[in-house]
């Protein structure tokens, strides 16, 4: 195990790694039921969304883990099923097959810049200063969707609130948030999972902790072939191409679906892996010497790139690295052998999705929330009394929780860096990448108001 993971040469050892995956596991499980909600909308069998879900998720994780040897777990991501469904379906009128055909050569497309580099490029193109925001960001950004996934930011009035504390949910996750932090204080192991387990124990009273609506496992095997390869299908790729005029408006959408997709998994991978020491000084010389694929940051930009186009033959949205992963980061996770921990339990959660659709978001959002405090560390080494750096340093930073978009929040940090280095007269400081990404992104923006 020591040797194929090099455990004490990433200073942890197997029980931190299994308490890693199993707090990463419980944080990102809500997806198991809330992808199909979120697809079967378009159309498609919920039984057949919801295995496709976990196949997506087990596969792109041990890839992420055997081949990468990092501990990222991946599996359809929110935002993006959302954009899947609303957007490209029910705005721009694709069928489902046709959306999946979409996510299907999105991950291709993914594929190829990982491949010949452009991903890692992209990475070493950007300025400390703007890594530090996007680290620091994504803790605001974590901490955020614990605290939307449980409900106590209301947002009735038409401005975020404080909600009022009158619902059994709430006080669920006070209580787990004390107990969080009273047991990160006391240096517990393996404190925010043991959070998790008594919170949604302490749920069980309040009502709070009760099993959503699933499916048996032999239904959803039975649903399955409805989404299985539809792509290549009648109705699927072939139809893309099939009439020139909307040929525009495909290559809009599958641009669409790309750049977001790499941006929040370059920005998953800079804040949680710069702060860790996962992408270590070795991966930065390997990414200089440009050495193939022998460093993790390359093994595991591949292992992304590749989880999209096997999750759309299965019949799901873009899988993609879940910046939940920073809960198992957060606990010490290291290795490969968290992410082989996820992709166990997801596997398991197909037997047994009623006893995991149980754990409530009052019981996850806690360690969400303190994940979140312990990432904004990285604002620390951003000089903020410098407005030259602490512009686009905000945008980054702040744009994430404000836009619910890791790559909305990437945007905005690239365009007020690259303007405030024109106006300053320092062009020449601008990576040539970085301009080119940020003509993309503000193209991006406007083919989205387009459409």
């Given at each position: 195990?020591?040797?194929?993971?090099?455990?004490?040469?990433?200073?942890?050892?197997?029980?931190?790694?299994?308490?890693?995956?199993?707090?990463?596991?419980?944080?990102?499980?809500?997806?198991?039921?809330?992808?199909?909600?979120?697809?079967?909308?378009?159309?498609?069998?919920?039984?057949?969304v919801f295995l496709a879900t976990i196949i997506a998720s087990i596969i792109g994780t041990l890839i992420m883990g055997l081949v990468a040897n990092v501990p990222y777990a991946q599996a359809p991501g929110m935002g993006l099923n959302a954009f899947f469904v609303y957007?490209?379906?029910?705005?721009?009128?694709?069928?489902?097959?046709?959306?999946?055909?979409?996510?299907?050569?999105?991950?291709?497309?993914?594929?190829?810049?990982?491949?010949?580099?452009?991903?890692?490029?992209?990475?070493?193109?950007?300025?400390?200063?703007?890594?530090?925001?996007?680290?620091?960001?994504?803790?605001?950004?974590?901490?955020?969707?614990?605290?939307?996934?449980?409900?106590?930011?209301?947002?009735?009035?038409?401005?975020?609130?404080?909600?009022?504390?009158?619902?059994?949910?709430?006080?669920?996750?006070?209580?787990?948030?004390?107990?969080?932090?009273?047991?990160?204080?006391?240096?517990?192991?393996?404190?925010?999972?043991?959070?998790?387990?008594?919170?949604?124990?302490?749920?069980?009273?309040?009502?709070?902790?009760?099993?959503?609506?699933?499916?048996?496992?032999?239904?959803?095997?039975?649903?399955?072939?409805?989404?299985?390869?539809?792509?290549?299908?009648?109705?699927?790729?072939?139809?893309?191409?099939?009439?020139?005029?909307?040929?525009?408006?495909?290559?809009?959408?599958?641009?669409?679906?790309?750049?977001?997709?790499?941006?929040?998994?370059?920005?998953?991978?800079?804040?949680?892996?710069?702060?860790?020491?996962?992408?270590?000084?070795?991966?930065?010389?390997?990414?200089?010497?440009?050495?193939?694929?022998?460093?993790?940051?390359?093994?595991?930009?591949?292992?992304?790139?590749?989880?999209?186009?096997?999750?759309?033959?299965?019949?799901?949205?873009?899988?993609?690295?879940?910046?939940?992963?920073?809960?198992?980061?957060?606990?010490?996770?290291?290795?490969?052998?968290?992410?082989?921990?996820?992709?166990?339990?997801?596997?398991?959660?197909?037997?047994?999705?009623?006893?995991?659709?149980?754990?409530?978001?009052?019981?996850?959002?806690?360690?969400?929330?303190?994940?979140?405090?312990?990432?904004?560390?990285?604002?620390?080494d951003i000089d903020w009394g410098d407005f030259e750096e602490a512009v686009p340093a905000f945008f980054a930073g702040i744009f994430m929780a404000l836009c619910y978009s890791i790559s909305y929040g990437i945007a905005a940090g690239f365009i007020f860096y690259a303007?405030?280095?024109?106006?300053?007269?320092?062009?020449?400081?601008?990576?040539?990448?970085?301009?080119?990404?940020?003509?993309?992104?503000?193209?991006?923006?406007?083919?989205?108001?387009?459409?």
């Amino acid at each position: 195990m020591d040797r194929f993971f090099h455990l004490k040469e990433n200073g942890t050892k197997v029980s931190t790694e299994i308490i890693a995956g199993l707090t990463t596991f419980f944080a990102m499980s809500y997806i198991i039921v809330v992808n199909p909600s979120i697809l079967s909308q378009s159309g498609m069998e919920w039984g057949a969304v919801f295995l496709a879900t976990i196949i997506a998720s087990i596969i792109g994780t041990l890839i992420m883990g055997l081949v990468a040897n990092v501990p990222y777990a991946q599996a359809p991501g929110m935002g993006l099923n959302a954009f899947f469904v609303y957007t490209v379906c029910f705005t721009l009128g694709f069928t489902w097959q046709q959306a999946l055909s979409m996510v299907f050569i999105c991950g291709v497309v993914n594929i190829l810049i990982t491949v010949t580099k452009v991903r890692k490029y992209i990475i070493k193109s950007i300025p400390l200063s703007l890594q530090n925001a996007i680290g620091g960001g994504i803790g605001i950004f974590v901490a955020y969707i614990g605290l939307l996934n449980v409900g106590i930011i209301d947002f009735g009035a038409g401005v975020p609130a404080l909600a009022t504390l009158n619902q059994p949910q709430f006080w669920v996750f006070l209580i787990g948030l004390l107990i969080t932090v009273v047991l990160l204080v006391l240096k517990v192991k393996g404190a925010i999972l043991i959070s998790i387990i008594l919170t949604t124990l302490i749920g069980i009273p309040f009502g709070v902790t009760s099993p959503q609506e699933t499916t048996s496992f032999a239904e959803a095997c039975r649903a399955l072939p409805t989404t299985f390869l539809a792509i290549f299908k009648a109705g699927g790729i072939g139809s893309l191409f099939s009439d020139a005029a909307k040929l525009p408006l495909v290559l809009i959408t599958i641009f669409s679906f790309s750049i977001t997709d790499t941006f929040d998994t370059i920005g998953t991978f800079i804040g949680t892996g710069r702060r860790s020491g996962i992408f270590s000084a070795e991966d930065e010389q390997m990414m200089e010497s440009g050495s193939g694929f022998k460093s993790k940051l390359d093994r595991a930009l591949f292992a992304d790139a590749t989880a999209t186009s096997i999750g759309s033959l299965f019949g799901t949205s873009n899988t993609t690295t879940f910046v939940e992963s920073a809960a198992g980061i957060g606990v010490g996770g290291r290795t490969g052998l968290t992410s082989v921990v996820v992709a166990i339990c997801f596997a398991l959660s197909a037997f047994c999705a009623t006893f995991v659709s149980a754990v409530p978001f009052a019981a996850t959002a806690p360690a969400l929330v303190v994940v979140g405090i312990m990432m904004m560390s990285s604002f620390r080494d951003i000089d903020w009394g410098d407005f030259e750096e602490a512009v686009p340093a905000f945008f980054a930073g702040i744009f994430m929780a404000l836009c619910y978009s890791i790559s909305y929040g990437i945007a905005a940090g690239f365009i007020f860096y690259a303007l405030v280095k024109v106006i300053k007269g320092r062009i020449k400081e601008i990576h040539p990448i970085l301009w080119v990404c940020t003509g993309l992104f503000i193209l991006n923006f406007i083919l989205l108001a387009i459409l």
